[in-house]
């Protein structure tokens, strides 16, 4: 069976920025499980997948504009530490959720300088350019439900 649209797929993966660094790995026994066509994979993976079956081993390089999305300064911003309100200590690396006026947006602290607290709403992958070994485990229909709802639901699980 070939990954297309619909398909359950399944796939073990090692994923190396530019300079080789391992940034993420299936190495825990856990594939990576999504549904070919639902968008629940960054685009350029997803198209390198497509028609791949059982076995099926490759690398791809995916650029930023079709796995995290091109690195956005406008996304970067310094706000005052009254705007966490009720949180006690804020460090680097921490993650909010933020209300703007697109929505609910996740932000990282990337830097503090006393009361000013910078934060950044790009993704951490944003603007890498992306190296990934994959081999592809398992293919499947999706379920009914599964195509309904627009993502694969594990065993004992929904969502």
Known sequence: MKIEANKVASFDYVLKNDAGEVLDSSDDGQPMIYLHGAENIIPGLEVELEGKSVGDT???TVLPEDGYGVYDESLVEDVQREMFDGVESIEVGMSFQAETPEGIQEVTVSAIDGDTITVNANHPLA???????VEVTDVRDATDEELEHGHVHL?????
Do not use: N, Q
Request: aromatic residues 14%; charged residues 25%.
């Open 155 to 159: 065993e004992g699980h929904c969502h």
């Open 127 to 133: 603007g890498e350019t992306l190296h990934f070994d």
């Open 58 to 60: 490759f690398k791809v």
